[in-house]
């Protein structure tokens, strides 16, 4: 009841502060509360979130301001079976909130796809971790009452969802084609940031938000510094078709982490599927720019050949570029169908995919482990081939302090990530959505929104989630670009104890965000109750420890002898 | 149901692989391979090992120690071969070298200076044939396997052009030469035997230390080379294509021109 009366008493001093500021600015100059710069998924989902907040939309002035054509991604609309190429895994904690705004029931459903499966390995030791919603019981349930730990959705999709979300909430206006030429300090009135557009408008925000991505202009005006490096890595992305399953769902997403990078199948629908793969920028370049055909059966084989092959056929796609001829889909189609040869991999093998039509492969009863590996590739939908430089970045600081002050970051202005871990946009939406609750807080205690102890509190949670994460994923990323026996062997016997350790995996995907909402319930709890009474756990974790106590013990005899040819 | 996948997901793990050798044999990769479990493994190799050191004579017992120890050495030789346009042409018509395979009448009216004719004016005199070669029989890999025939195979190449005879303290460094050029642990344990020789022949030896691991070390690496498209190229030409230069003059049983079906002791890879 008092919080009640704080919070409406709040309300009226915000207003009060509103009409006061509003009486003394220049006509020219539009007054603004929040004004959110950039239209991507993190702007408008911070747009959204506000719109169907407790307090802030009554009280609250918003503008988005956004460079590009918003009614493109408003219209934008693709014929069934054909995918856009930007597509992220939508952990179910973004799910929750999404829908929670009111943006989920907007996003056209059958464009998603439920993760229920995750096939991770290793590109040199074949060491493989499996990922199952239902088996480990963690993850949020669909309709049909299956489990799922993420759900891919093109980000066009949730954009265009947010937009039409906003359309009902005329109170948050956005301004787009309009392009934020300078930022300043205003002269006179305690030096808030004053926008200038592109279309001749100034807006003067109490509260500016920097949503505008890696070259944030946001981040520039409040001098936060941000560090990071660069990967040596390109992402090529493209949306893949491949023959449907006649036996399996098709809601595996297969990860393969080769020493070049990892090549990552994201499942879209039963026949299309969404391709990230970071590799080096000179095959990035030319697997990009040859023929799709050739693309299609490189990620086959990328998922298929040992590292020896794939190192092989890297040195002779750059040697073949280096003479300055094109690459022939014939020639390198040779190329891998005498590795498979090499190798001994039979016509009939799930690892054969150079002269294996992918059409019949599937028909019939599939050959043993070939849930191992992803359906093959037959072509690539057009005009979806792209590829884009990867880094880690994170800004020292998400508020902006002295002649900054009033600024706030989020989503890939304040950091960018590798995206072997699909984290990367979930990280801008988890953003949003604590912002938000924090100008929330502000408002119902009645401080200024714009204020650093208002926004003290979304830094404080936030800044050291995403650090934890960013730099989580850079380790990973570094510890699987080595080639280095020792540690190959290292990284392997763990990756094959966890497996074995369904409550640690279990605690892997709640932090990855598998689970809606970890506040709401104790899932952690429950799993660790159930396997506790469950006397198999006791006795897995014994398994496990032998198991890999004995392939330790086959390990240390591989090192020995590597020592002692180590020399050479 | 959920006990079975679990089993099916073990079954597809490298390291559990490993472990469930220890038990169980599984099939031949290739004809003639003889896949053998962990411990066996390291049973033969210490008695190979042991057997090689003290009886040097027995080329069979040399070459499961070889097979034994190659260890990650196979896989950089593949490496290597793919890398260079010679050594992939090798790798896809996989070539191997018996009397059946190469012409030796016709090598032998080659012109002097061939390298063809150095390789058999070499057998002649050494009074050895290219049938003796043990094939592989322990290398899990197939195309290991083949890497590994082919450097048995191509071994008394590196004799005949370096012109060293095959006797204990010329075969020793040869083994040198190799080791410093391929990497294979084997050969580096062989210069152990030096500690057997008797005084003088380890003395001359000393002479060729030197010239093995420069010259080795130097040289093209010579498991990428396709000797049997050089049968017509000057030998000269060669090792100068190769990097190699001559050792120490060696001194043999027989001068070259009594070179007939001899009785030296060849010393098998």
New interface residues.
């Given amino acids: 009841m008092s919080l009640h009366i704080a919070s409406r008493a709040g309300v009226r001093l915000s207003q009060r502060i509103l009409k006061r500021n509003l009486a003394t600015t220049a006509a020219t100059v539009e007054e603004c509360d929040v004004v959110i710069v950039g239209g991507g998924p993190a702007g408008l989902a911070l747009a959204s979130a506000l719109a169907s907040s407790q307090n802030a939309w009554r009280v609250l002035k918003v503008r988005l301001v956004e460079a590009g054509d918003l009614s493109k991604i408003r219209e934008w609309n693709m014929p069934p079976g054909a995918y856009s190429n930007r597509v992220s895994s939508l952990t179910n904690a973004s799910e929750d909130f999404l829908n929670r705004v009111g943006v989920w029931r907007h996003v056209a459903q059958e464009r998603t796809c439920a993760m229920e499966d995750m096939q991770v390995w290793d590109g040199i ?4 971790i ?1 990922f199952s919603a239902n ?1 480990l019981e963690v993850g949020s349930r669909s309709g049909s009452g299956v489990s799922y730990m993420a759900r891919m959705v093109e980000n066009l999709n949730l954009q265009r969802a947010a937009l039409t979300h906003l359309e009902e909430h005329p109170s948050i206006q956005l301004l787009d084609k309009a392009k934020v030429e300078t930022i300043v300090n205003e002269e006179t009135n305690g030096g808030w940031p004053l926008v200038h557009l592109s279309t001749g408008q100034t807006l003067r925000a109490r509260l500016l938000v920097g949503a505008d991505g890696f070259n944030s202009p946001v981040r520039k005006f409040a001098r936060i510094q941000s560090f990071g490096w660069s990967y040596p890595t390109q992402a090529i992305v493209a949306t893949l078709r491949h023959a449907p399953h006649t036996i399996r769902p098709h809601t595996t997403a297969y990860q393969r982490f080769l020493p070049t990078g990892p090549i990552a199948f994201l499942p879209l629908s039963p026949t299309s599927a969404s391709l990230v793969w970071s590799t080096r920028p000179d095959l990035a370049a030319a697997l990009t720019k040859a023929d799709p055909a050739i693309l299609a059966i490189m990620i086959n084989s990328a998922f298929r050949l040992p590292n ?1 092959s794939m ?2 056929l890297h ?1 002779r796609i750059r040697g073949i570029v280096a003479s300055g001829a094109t690459l022939q889909l014939d020639e390198i189609r040779q190329e891998i169908a ?1 590795r498979e040869q ?3 991999i039979e016509s009939h093998s799930p690892l054969a995919s150079a002269l294996v039509d992918p059409f019949t492969s599937v028909v019939g009863v599939p050959p043993a ?1 070939s849930e ?1 590996y992803p359906p093959l590739v037959h072509d690539l939908q057009p005009d979806t081939v792209a590829s884009f430089p990867l880094r880690l970045s994170h800004a020292e600081s998400y508020i902006g302090e002295g002649k900054g002050a009033r600024t706030v970051l989020i989503g890939d202005a304040a950091h960018t990530v590798h995206p072997l871990a699909g984290q990367g946009l979930n990280g801008g939406l988890l953003d949003a959505e604590c912002l938000v609750r924090s100008i929330d807080g502000a408002l119902a205690t009645g401080s200024d929104i714009g204020s650093y102890t208002a926004l003290a509190r979304y830094a404080r949670e936030r800044y050291i989630q995403n650090h934890a994460m960013l730099s989580a994923v850079d380790k990973l990323h570094k510890l699987y670009s080595s080639e280095l ?1 020792p540690v190959v062997w290292a990284r ?2 763990g990756v ?1 104890i966890i ?1 074995e350790l369904d409550v640690l995996k279990a605690g892997m995907m709640i932090s990855a965000g598998a689970n809606a909402n970890v506040m709401k319930g104790s899932p952690g709890w429950n799993l660790l109750a159930s396997s506790v009474e469950s006397v198999s756990g006791g006795v897995q974790i014994a398994k496990a420890l032998r ?1 890999g106590l ?2 330790a013990a ?2 240390v ?1 591989k090192q020995a ?2 020592a ?5 | 149901m959920r006990l079975g996948s679990r089993r099916q997901a073990q079954t597809s793990s490298p390291v559990f692989k490993r472990v469930r050798h220890v038990a169980t044999r599984p099939p031949p990769a290739y004809p003639g391979h003889v896949p053998l479990t962990l411990p066996e493994k390291a049973f033969m190799a210490v008695g190979s090992g042991l057997m090689a050191f003290f009886r040097p004579q027995r080329g069979d017992m040399v070459a499961v120690f070889g097979e034994m120890t190659a260890g990650p050495a196979l896989p950089q030789l593949l490496d290597r071969m793919l890398e260079c346009e010679e050594g992939r042409r090798i790798l896809k018509e996989r070539p191997r070298i018996n009397s059946s395979t190469v012409d030796l009448a016709a090598l032998s009216r080659l012109p002097e200076g061939t390298f063809g004719r150095t390789y058999v004016n070499w057998l002649e005199r050494c009074g050895v044939t290219p049938d003796t070669r043990e094939p592989v029989r322990y290398v899990d890999d197939p195309e290991l396997a083949y890497v590994m025939q082919r450097y048995r195979e191509c071994h008394d190449f590196y004799h005949a052009i370096n012109g060293m005879p095959v006797s204990v303290e010329y075969e020793i460094a040869v083994k040198l030469f190799e080791f410093a050029n391929l990497g294979l642990p084997m050969t580096a344990l062989a210069g152990l035997t030096t500690i057997r020789l008797p005084p003088k022949k380890r003395a001359r030896l000393s002479e060729y230390i030197p010239w093995a691991l420069r010259c080795g070390s130097s040289a093209r690496s010579l498991i990428t080379v396709y000797w049997e498209e050089r049968w017509n190229q000057n030998v000269e030409d060669l090792k100068c294509d190769l990097g190699v230069w001559d050792p120490p003059p060696p001194i043999w049983r027989k001068p070259l021109g009594e070179a007939t079906g001899g009785t030296a002791t060849a010393v098998e890879v």
């Fill in positions: 030791s074949d060491a493989r499996e088996r020896i190192k092989y040195d005498w090499s190798h001994q482990d191992l026996g392997s016997v094959e497996n198991q004995q392939s086959a390990g005899l002898s590597n002692l040819a180590g020399r050479s």
